[in-house]
């Protein structure tokens, strides 16, 4: 097949990252007698510094005209003065907003490989495999917000419609349908009425899927559950911030931060890509990244945005063989202190294919 994949390296390690990515994609595609064109765009803090503007229009032509877009990470020290009137983290956001990819896909699972590294006691982490769906394109983050500049008072607003609730809700259930078929929702119902807006549209959503378990857990407690029986969740969903907020926490279960894709989806098959793990500007340019975070986030681009699931399993398949050999970034090397660097271990993986 052909498809053009707007490429997106941002800002700290998403550079290296996002370049092991595409040299992989290009090998899955000689592998299977595939065309992928390559469209690079900037985004985040290098934006703002060569066109002022943190989502330049061409960057957003670009991905118009992708089948999926591929992104790094945003954000740097350099970029954060909180006086600041354009932040490399509005790119983002405004690229979420502009494709309403409602529905963040965050898989979280245990690697046998890395269990005995984690900060967690092994039994806790038996069989860990969760999957947060997090509202991506309203809630906190999108409502109506007020900044003072050095005044002393600003605001921001948790705003959400039922429809917006209804939406993700269902992309959080079919996906149960498809795994251990339970659910587990993430709120605040005891105090925020758009928490209670959110409860109430998970009852309603539920009544038509009889066979998955419904869980409500308000979002200080679900903190606690996560780490005291993380293998009992199936998929997770949650608002906006909560899933932020969640999908951090839970990333301690996986080993490292830099083992987390996404998947920001939509109704039809358009979707951004992009590992959870952010710019890491202290790591930045020292090849210490840890490239599975993207890969697997390219694995995913591979399966929902261009229906090609076998290559999809071999990008998941090479990594997993990979750490069964010992390979291991600074990350997660534990005490052994043996590891390689982002593109040793980038060139084992497409060995692996
Ligand atoms: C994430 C990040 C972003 C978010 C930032 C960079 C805007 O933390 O994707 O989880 O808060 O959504
Ligand atoms: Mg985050």
Not at 14 to 22: H, L
Not at 105 to 120: G, S
Not at 229 to 256: H, K, Q, T, Y
Request: aromatic share 6%; proline share 4%.
């Amino acid at each position: 097949m052909k498809a053009t994949i707007a490429v997106l390296p941002g800002d700290g390690i998403g550079p290296e990252v996002t370049t092991c990515a595409t040299e992989l994609l290009r090998a899955v595609a000689d592998k299977n007698g595939h065309e992928f064109q390559f469209v690079e765009g900037m985004i985040g803090g290098c934006a703002i510094d060569a066109t002022g503007a943190p989502l330049p229009d061409e960057t957003l032509a670009i991905c118009e005209g992708a089948d999926a877009i591929l992104l790094g990470a945003v954000g740097g020290p350099q970029w954060s003065d909180p006086t600041a009137s354009v932040r490399p983290e509005d790119g983002l956001l405004k690229l979420r907003q502009h494709f309403g990819l409602f529905a963040n896909l965050r898989p979280v699972k245990t690697y046998p490989a890395l269990v005995e590294h984690a900060p967690l006691r092994a039994d806790l982490l038996q069989d860990v495999d969760i999957l947060f769906v997090r509202e991506l394109v309203s809630g906190i983050y999108f409502g109506d917000r007020q900044e003072q500049g050095d005044g002393d008072v600003s605001h921001d607003t948790m705003r959400y419609h039922r429809s917006e609730v209804e939406q993700v809700v269902n992309v959080a259930i079919r996906a149960a349908q498809g795994r251990r078929k339970k659910l587990c929702s993430v709120d605040k119902a005891n105090v925020l009425a758009s928490m209670r807006l959110w409860r109430r549209t998970v009852v309603e959503v539920h009544e038509e899927y009889a066979d998955v378990e419904l869980e409500h857990l308000l979002v200080d407690a679900a903190t606690m559950h996560l780490l005291t029986r993380p293998a009992s969740f199936d998929v997770i969903v949650a608002g906006n911030m909560f899933g932020d907020i969640l999908s951090d926490e839970a990333s301690v279960l996986a080993g490292s931060l830099g083992m987390l894709p996404s998947a920001s989806l939509r109704s039809d098959q358009f979707g951004l890509y992009e590992p959870v793990h952010g710019s890491a500007p202290d790591i930045a340019g020292q090849g210490k990244a840890n490239p599975i975070g993207m890969f697997l986030s390219a694995a995913m681009m591979l399966r929902y945005s261009l229906q090609l699931e076998s290559e999809a399993r071999s990008i998941e398949m090479a990594i997993d063989a990979a750490l069964a050999d010992g390979l291991r970034t600074a990350d997660i090397a534990g005490k052994s202190g043996n590891a390689v660097s982002t593109s040793e271990f980038a060139a084992v993986v497409a060995s692996k294919l």
